[in-house]
């Protein structure tokens, strides 16, 4: 068995950014109750994983918590579980938050990575987008980070806003990788229904980036940072040599990961469950010594097979034929996906090509 | 008693019958009249201690064109006969199968026995013969109308007469049938009632006077037409001393008791027990129960002359029991079959192939299974190089195929292909050898073909006067010739086409209603086969000929459905991952293509803990929607594709 994640969701932000539905609240009056309530919830969970390799703080923001509560939260994490000694541990950060007073309190606390949402580096977009910095101040907490002694950095970048021009994504791109990051997240906007950009997209107040506009900032986005030297290892994630995220690739690899958190989600090999969304649900089942879980459901063989199929195709690791089940068809389809350049097969792997991550949710149906 | 319905009886004698029927009703009836009142086997009836007599029965269909209220009407009978109360009462209670409900249309006719007491006190037996409302049905229609001595002719009144309306009352008069004319839906705010008088006199040369006002919808004008029908409709002819002569118009299967019988007697009487011969096979079945159609079956002690009713008798598959056919009794069977008996032959044909070959087995098993309630289908094994092993089916028309593939999916389970509807072709091939074709994978070697014909049919169409010319049109690009005009009322025009069947049988009904904004009817009749040029269409899917779709059609519109079809599949594959050409061929030569351009993008951004269940969950969908498709090649064609080519538009 593969190594397991730890992942905790800060349901926190101090304000809503236009483009995002992930679960969070801006009413950070509830962080204490909920800081005690995740201590509750660790507990069910001792001793039910084997020591973890990875260690994420996502969210929400986690860096919307005041210092003496992320120390709160790291410790309970460091007292109720255990941890392997080379421990890749993430925090998402925004650049508003990076004080020099906080990212010495991350380095105190053994926090490893740092996730920056940087978003673009223009500040028409940041404002549009409602980020609470600009360009420049996340250029300089990003110099903060690397003065303090963070030998690994993300930047998280999003493209294909609305009126924005491949022009000025390269140049967020340019920018980006003048910071010299070991890994970038560039996430095509995707119009989530109930965030405010889907609902004013809904209501015909913006116009959605067209299909050949999208597959444009793709391609560029692949070659540019390729060129660069990173490597496109999963549909949205890019990485120097040796710095890919472990905590992520356990999501694609199938891995076992234990999230913490209203709406937080766990696999443990053979069951996946989750968390209910709303954090006062949260707080009320696990102050009435009840577990905030939702939903639970156990794969079946053909539910960890389909689930492998679109993981595989969506990073370069792709999936081994051996595991592919055979069908009459299966040489022709992997002929095709060969000549239309969507895969290629190497060392018994068929391996998206950049292209195929353009085909990415379509290629697992072939082999259904 | 007596005196009473005599008295009832000389008012039929003596009520002016229809133009158009008068004189042959009073012959037919005349033995009716004079025959002294017979009183029949002393049997109890609603469980009051009435008899059922002979004289109180009445036996008759309702007729009319399709949507013109027949199944509401019915429904009301039922009502008003206190069969159901209100709480059990749903709409078209007699539709009973949900995909006749639904469509609104009758497929499968249903036959009630209906109480009524009359303003006298007395009561009477009302046989309410339903009848199947479409045209691929019309030799059932005239089984029924064979078992009746009146009809209900009901008439929409805002749509006034139609092509079936005319249709069905031709049929009604061969049969010498009582012809009672009921305006229908007089509630609606567009309802023309003189209007309808007047077509009823100049088009259907009725009394006008005579046509009972209706609204089947909020029930008005009901006890009017039952009164009619006990007064209009003469009782049955009694010969209940002669040997048996049971005529059946209907059966249906019971998995318990096996085929259930509909017939009506015109002689003799049968009861449990009884040998009986069906005369055109002449095999014998013993006679297990015979009774009533009420709600339900109600068992009787036995059928007599001129009652409708059922038998069970043992016998295993509706496909023993023909439509038409006469029961007779073994021990003293009738000299002569009652006329009319016909063998009904499938008219439109197409293959039935199963998604996954590992379904066929099941797809064996449904098609048994269904076959024991529907004798019209016929079906072959059947094989093609693209879809595999299947069937290959004949239907009696373009709704008969629709209402079996619709059953076998929604009854039985199954996800089958069903290729492009055929006609039946004939090619006479040098060395004078006649070839009989009805499926395009037998098209002869074309060096070898001497003369090729199709079946024709004679096309008639009411529309009117206003959308004659697309009318016309219409009918020349089918290929229809020899038109005739017939102008009935003001207005309206009777359009008669010959044309080939090939050309009708799958949207040209559609297409009719929206050139003529729905006030166009259409019915036809089959009339021989033609010459003409036939020649076989293929299509090639990424360059692999898909031999499911090809099509026999005449060489004048060989290019013109080639481009269709082409164009339709373009729409009906969904894009794949990449390019597919698809093309339409002659003998190897290309006339037709389209493309259909490759996904150009297909993915989502992100996809962490919580997405994974939501994709998967995504997938299985998909993957469910990818099991109702055929992979040809490495191209998934979607069930319905190969039907849908050419339910198009081409303008």
């Known amino acids: 068995m593969n190594n397991s994640g730890l992942y905790v969701h800060i349901p926190f932000c101090r304000s809503r950014c236009t483009y995002c539905d992930f679960y969070s609240q801006t009413d950070l009056s509830l962080a204490p109750e909920w800081l005690a309530a995740m201590k509750v919830e660790a507990s069910l969970y001792k001793d039910r994983f084997a020591p973890f390799d990875s260690l994420y703080l996502g969210g929400g923001t986690p860096t919307a918590l005041t210092k003496c509560r992320l120390k709160k939260l790291v410790h309970t994490l460091y007292r109720e579980f255990c941890f392997k000694e080379d421990l890749e541990f993430t925090v998402e950060a ?31 977009e940041l404002s549009f987008i409602r980020r609470r910095h600009n360009a420049s101040q996340a250029e300089k907490a990003f110099e903060r980070l690397r003065k303090t002694g963070f030998q690994t950095l993300s930047v ?24 010299h990051p070991e890994h970038l997240s560039c996430y095509q906007l995707t119009l989530e229904k109930h965030s405010p950009l889907g609902i004013m997209a809904t209501r015909g107040k913006i116009k959605k980036a067209g299909i050949e506009e999208e597959r444009r900032f793709f391609l560029a986005t692949s070659s540019f940072l390729e060129e660069e030297g990173y490597l496109h290892y999963e549909v949205s994630n890019f990485a120097l040599h040796g710095q890919l995220c472990r905590h992520n690739l356990k999501y ?12 937080a989600h766990s696999f443990d090999g053979t069951a996946r469950w989750w968390n209910t969304r709303s954090i006062k649900r949260y707080l009320r089942r696990l102050s009435e010594g009840g577990s905030p879980r939702a939903g639970k459901e156990t794969l079946s063989p053909e539910a960890r097979y389909m689930e492998h199929l679109l993981l595989g195709f969506r990073t370069r690791l792709g999936v081994e034929i051996d595991r592919i089940k055979h069908a009459p068809e299966l040489e022709a389809i992997l002929e095709r996906l060969q000549k239309s350049g ?8 068929v391996i998206p090509t950049t292209e195929g991550f353009l085909h990415a949710d379509g290629l697992p149906l072939l082999f259904l | 008693m007596g005196s009473l319905l005599e008295n009832v009886f000389c008012k039929v004698g003596g009520k002016k019958p229809s133009k158009r029927t008068t004189g042959k009703l009073h012959n037919e009836f005349q033995p009716v009249r004079q025959s002294k009142i017979f009183f029949y086997k002393s049997i109890l009836w609603m469980n009051q201690g009435l008899e059922r007599h002979m004289s109180q029965i009445r036996n008759f269909s309702i007729i009319a064109h399709i949507d013109h209220g027949k199944s509401t009407l019915a429904d009301r009978f039922i009502q008003y006969a206190g069969l159901v109360n209100e709480r059990q009462f749903r709409d078209q209670i007699l539709d009973s199968m949900d995909l006749e409900r639904e469509r609104g249309i009758t497929i499968k006719s249903h036959t009630i026995t209906l109480p009524y007491t009359d303003e006298a006190g007395e009561s009477y037996a009302l046989n309410l013969i339903d009848t199947p409302g479409h045209v691929d049905f019309s030799y059932e229609v005239s089984r029924a109308l064979a078992s009746c001595e009146g009809v209900l002719l009901l008439v929409d009144a805002s749509q006034g007469v139609q092509a079936q309306t005319l249709s069905n009352l031709f049929m009604a008069m061969e049969h010498d049938l009582n012809i009672i004319p009921v305006i229908n839906k007089i509630d609606l705010p567009s309802a023309d009632v003189q209007m ?6 100049s088009e259907l040369g009725l009394d006008p006077d005579t046509a009972i006002l209706c609204s089947a919808k909020e029930g008005t004008g009901i006890v009017e037409i039952l009164q009619a029908i006990v007064k209009q409709i003469p009782g049955p ?33 049968v009861k449990p027990g009884d040998v009986i011969r069906f005369m055109s096979h002449g095999r014998t079945y013993r006679v297990e129960e015979v009774g009533l159609f009420r709600l339900t079956r109600e068992p009787a002690k036995n059928l007599s002359a001129g009652e409708v009713g059922y038998i069970i008798a043992g016998v295993k598959t509706v496909s023993d029991t023909r439509i038409g056919d006469t029961i007779t009794l073994d021990s003293n069977p009738a000299f002569e079959a009652l006329p009319g008996f016909k063998e009904v032959r499938p008219v439109v044909f197409s293959s039935l192939y199963p998604i996954s070959s590992e379904d066929y087995e099941s797809l064996v098993v449904a098609l048994e299974k269904y076959k024991l309630n529907d004798a019209a289908l016929v079906y072959q094994k059947d094989s093609s190089a693209a879809l595999g092993q299947g069937f290959r089916c004949g239907f009696l028309g373009l709704l008969h195929l629709e209402i079996v593939q619709e059953r076998l999916e929604r009854e039985y389970d199954q996800s089958f292909i069903m290729t492009v509807p055929s006609v039946q072709y004939q090619f006479t091939l040098s060395g004078d050898r006649v070839l009989t074709v009805d499926n395009p994978q037998y098209y002869p070697d074309p060096t070898t073909i001497v003369t090729s014909a199709e079946p024709f049919i004679r096309a008639t169409i009411f529309t009117p006067e206003r959308h004659l010319g697309a009318v016309m049109k219409l009918c020349m690009e089918r290929r229809g010739v020899n038109a005739r005009f017939n102008s009935p009322a003001p207005g309206r025009l009777e359009v008669i086409y010959d044309m080939p069947l090939a050309e009708v049988i799958v949207d040209f009904h559609d297409k009719l209603k929206s050139i003529t904004q729905g006030y166009g009817s259409f019915d036809y009749e089959l009339a021989g086969y033609r ?15 898909v031999d499911a779709l090809s099509l026999i059609v005449h060489a004048d519109r060989a290019r013109q459905w080639a481009v ?84 198009a538009d081409y303008e």
Not at chain 1, 252 to 263: F, K, Q, R, T
Not at chain 2, 196 to 201: A, M, N, P, S, T
Not at chain 2, 531 to 545: M, Y
Request: charged fraction near 30%; hydrophobic fraction near 40%.
């Open chain 1, 94 to 124: 925004n650049p508003d938050d990076l004080s020099q007073d906080y990212v010495a309190l991350l380095k105190d606390l053994g926090v490893n990575r740092v996730s920056v949402g940087v978003q673009s580096l223009d500040d028409n």
């Open chain 1, 342 to 349: 969507l895969a290629i097969i190497r060392k018994g792997r």
């Open chain 2, 196 to 201: 309808v008088k007047d077509q009823l006199d």
């Open chain 2, 237 to 269: 002819a009694e010969n209940a001393e002669s040997p048996l002569k049971a005529l059946i118009f209907d059966a249906r299967y019971d998995p318990f008791r096996g085929v259930i019988v509909s017939c009506r007697l015109f002689d003799g009487r």
């Open chain 1, 156 to 179: 998280d970048l999003i493209y294909a806003l609305p009126g924005q021009t491949l022009n000025t994504w390269l140049k967020t791109l340019h920018r980006a990788v003048r910071l």
């Open chain 1, 252 to 263: 694609w690899e199938g891995s076992p990961y234990l999230g913490l958190g209203p709406a």
């Open chain 2, 564 to 647: 269709q079809v082409c164009d339709r599949l373009k729409e009906e594959i969904p894009r794949h991952q990449f390019k597919i050409a698809i093309q339409g061929a002659i003998g190897g030569k290309i006339i037709a293509r389209s493309t259909l351009s490759s996904f150009r993008k297909d993915v989502t951004a992100k996809c962490y803990g919580g997405d994974i269940t939501r994709k998967r969950k995504l997938l299985e969908k998909q993957k469910k929607g990818k099991k109702r498709m055929k992979m040809v090649g490495s191209v998934q064609i979607p069930q319905g594709a190969f039907v849908a080519v050419l339910k």
């Open chain 2, 531 to 545: 010459e003409g040029n036939l020649v076989k269409l293929d299509f090639l899917v990424n360059g692999e000929k």
